[in-house]
């Protein structure tokens, strides 16, 4: 298909995927051309990721603030979310998985879109059937202050009513969490449990206390930037990837456009702190994943075709704009 200014997006009733690549490799078994939750048993060996949150800082009703959720088929049924912007659990209940699995969370930064809806897996997904703690993994910062830890203490602090309130219930213990700092300045195994490994590594993106996720699981693996401008540590995470989640923005003109800022200061925004179309191409050929993904650009009629035309400049090969509800299927003979 061709992706320009005209393409009919998934706010719209749109159901393609923003690809010319929909499929890399051969699957070893037929996928509806739709997902349909609940009816796409995953295989054994099998990874599958959805975008939970594909938008801006700015929530929408189309696009949720960032996160993806990455489902993996081991025998426990794993899922993990990665980052947990505003409006990400609305899209993951129209998932039909089970709330009380809601447990770990990958956060890549402390920016509130990818942390806003924190409070909503804590106090109500606990009252709606979950029963133990969340474990959050997150950065460490320059300073304690600046950290998870000292981040989940004050989160706990100030859902105090929330969580007394809730004195009797029987999700009370759903409720509480258990933080992880991983660092921030170098790579870290930071999980393995049922044949799952999260490692993490550090990006660039204003602070200090930003980082990246890989997951690999039976010889997959996804790569997720989090915010970040092109990096070397990003490129050393991916080889080998089947996936590649980075995170792209509009070029300068067109973010001083939509935002309404002069286009010295969004040159600054776009390409000091994020990743330009052009950059996120040149990213993706310097990485070679079997399949890239463009993530956290807003997706409207505004954006989707410069952003397309100008990541194709740099790389032609497979290449998705996240929108939220796209789903990938990760094998070892297909992607």
């Known amino acids: 298909m061709e992706i320009n200014e005209s393409t009919k997006l998934a706010y719209e009733g749109g159901t393609s995927s923003l690809t010319n690549t929909p499929v890399v490799g051969k699957p070893n078994r037929e996928y509806n051309s739709t997902f349909k939750p609940g009816t796409e048993q995953l295989d054994t060996d099998e990874i599958r990721v959805t975008i939970l949150g594909s938008g801006d800082p700015f929530v929408k009703k189309g696009q949720a603030c960032a996160s993806v959720l990455i489902e993996v088929g081991n025998e426990q049924q794993d899922f993990f979310f990665f980052d947990l912007g505003s409006g990400a659990l609305a899209n993951f209940n129209g998932l039909r998985l089970p709330v009380t699995a809601t447990t770990k969370v990958f956060l890549t930064h402390l920016h509130a879109d990818h942390m806003g809806d924190l409070p909503t897996l804590l106090g109500s997904l606990a009252k709606s059937g979950r029963r133990d703690p969340v474990e959050v993994w997150g950065p460490a910062g320059e300073t304690k202050e600046l950290g998870t830890l000292a981040f989940a203490k ?169 929108q939220d509800g796209t789903v990938f299927n990760i094998t070892r003979n297909a992607s």
């Open 154 to 322: 004050h989160l706990e602090a100030a859902m105090a009513w929330d969580y007394l309130s809730m004195n009797g219930h029987p999700g009370q213990s759903g409720s509480r969490l258990i933080p992880t700092e991983v660092p921030y300045d170098k790579p870290a195994t930071v999980y393995e449990r049922n044949g799952v490994k999260i490692s993490s590594f550090p990006v660039i993106h204003i602070l200090n206390g930003a980082v990246g996720y890989r997951l690999d699981y039976k010889g997959g693996s996804v790569v997720f930037t989090g915010d970040t401008r092109p990096s070397k540590t990003t490129l050393e995470a991916c080889k080998g990837a089947d996936l590649l989640i980075h995170e792209t923005f509009p070029c300068a003109k067109v973010f001083a456009k939509k935002a309404s800022v002069p286009e010295e200061f969004a040159n600054k925004v776009v390409n000091e702190s994020h990743t330009s179309p052009a950059m996120a191409g040149k990213v993706f050929k310097r990485a070679g994943a079997r399949m890239s993904v463009m993530w956290h650009l807003v997706v409207d009629h505004d954006t989707v075709g410069s952003a397309y035309r100008e990541m194709r400049g740099q790389y032609d090969g497979p290449v998705t704009i996240a």
